[in-house]
């Protein structure tokens, strides 16, 4: 009996277009194009950023901020009417260089004024000028300890004053390096295993005014029966698409230029885990609105107002990371966030079954509380 409906189910849905369409076709658009867009934000291409530099100084630790500037972020441009070039952000710095700033570098007291500006075009992204405003502190530091070695001590060993020889940066090791491919193919992977409420709400009033509910319900086909059948082959759905959306990241988008999902140092077994709960949970709450709408108007608004409202809070939509603190809180309330914390200590931390418990067991309770209270519904309304 329980095969029998669940191919019912499963041949409902292959003739619903629409349905395949939201469940596949959407979240590998949102994987492309989001991938591409987003590339640059993990791997920012400093020396590709357009600058030019106003020389009010020829000294020569001036020329050697310049040549040692133009080493990191590639040559300057020529910085006629440079006023304009940043307010069409033709320009996205520039940097100024003051009268005396080389001899005010050698000095030991502070110089009376400001000696380097930099100044950026309004739209360029506040991490960047942020980035660049501290590499170009650090820089001017060394240049100012150089200078003031050679000042009182003769001549500076080489690289005497480089900050480089005492802070190095670096990511934990894990065998992946986060690209923006390695978060939006989890991202929208996930937005769109959600999504099977709309396929499953809007199967759910066809039965229903079709008559087909009230029928295995006078053949005596037990409630937690149907449910369970109407479960299973969205599930299955959920696996091949988690299936395919991890294929196109992983050989579609370098076809397209963009970076490759990478399973290097990736546990299998953690990933089907955290694809599992994170299916059971999106199908256990397709199932709760589904036995709680009653129009087709309904199941098409309901579910994917509910699934917008908790990718957007949740960090599918805006990452978690550039929310205000607050709105980092409130991301720990949707399923959604922890489905990602699930997929993101696989793929981009690169840890096992263990490392990923919490979020799994909140994934799984979730997926328990809303499949007992659709059972409850669902009996509820085969009844009336």
């Known amino acids: 009996m329980l095969r029998a409906l669940m191919a019912k189910e499963l041949r409902a849905l292959l003739r619903d277009i629409h349905g395949l369409g939201a469940l596949f076709v959407m979240p590998l658009v949102f994987i492309v194009i989001m991938s591409l867009a987003l590339k640059d934000v993990y791997n920012p291409p400093v020396q590709q950023y357009a600058y ?3 020389m009010n100084d020829n000294g020569p630790a001036a020329r050697e901020l310049v040549d040692r500037w133009a080493a990191r972020r590639g040559i300057a441009q020529t910085a006629d009417n440079w006023q304009a070039g940043l307010a069409d952000a033709r320009l996205r710095y520039v940097l100024v260089i003051e009268r005396d700033f080389s001899h005010a570098l050698s000095l030991p007291a502070a110089p009376d004024g400001v000696k380097l500006r930099l100044i950026a075009e309004p739209g360029l992204d506040p991490g960047l000028f942020r980035s660049t405003a501290a590499e170009l502190a650090a820089l001017v530091g060394e240049l100012r300890a150089n200078a003031l070695l050679d000042r009182f001590l003769g001549m500076a060993p080489e690289g005497a004053a480089s900050i480089s020889r005492f802070v190095a940066a670096e990511r934990l090791t894990t065998g992946v390096h986060p690209t923006a491919v390695q978060y939006n193919v989890p991202a929208w992977l996930i937005f769109g295993m959600f999504f099977v409420v709309a396929a499953m709400s809007n199967l759910f ?7 087909i509910l009230a029928r295995l319900n006078t053949l005596s086909v037990p ?5 369970a059948a109407k479960a299973l082959p969205y599930l299955i759905v959920n696996l091949i698409q988690a299936g395919a959306m991890l294929a196109v990241g992983a050989w579609l988008m ?3 230029g963009g970076d490759g999902l990478s399973f290097a140092g ?17 199908v256990a709450l397709a199932l709760f609105v589904a036995s709680l709408v009653r129009t087709h108007a309904q199941a098409g608004a309901v579910g994917p107002i509910i699934n917008v409202i908790m990718a957007a809070i949740g960090g599918i939509m805006v990452p978690t990371f550039v929310m205000p603190l607050f709105m980092q809180k409130l ?3 949707s399923p959604m966030n922890w489905a990602l914390d699930a997929m993101l200590g696989v793929l981009v931390r690169g840890g096992d079954v263990a490392s990923i418990e919490q979020p ?13 209270a659709a059972s409850l519904l669902f009996r509820r309304r085969i009844r009336h």
């Not at 990736?266 to 955290?274: N, W």
């Open 52 to 54: 030019a530099v106003v």
């Open 205 to 211: 009033v066809q039965e229903r005014d079709s008559g």
């Open 223 to 227: 409630p937690r029966i149907q449910v």
């Open 254 to 256: 370098p076809l397209l």
């Open 266 to 282: 990736v546990h299998p077994g953690a990933l089907l885990v955290a694809v599992l709960a994170t299916g059971c949970a999106a």
């Open 331 to 333: 991301a720990g309330a």
């Open 360 to 372: 799994v067991l909140r994934l799984l309770a979730f997926a328990l509380v809303m499949f007992v």
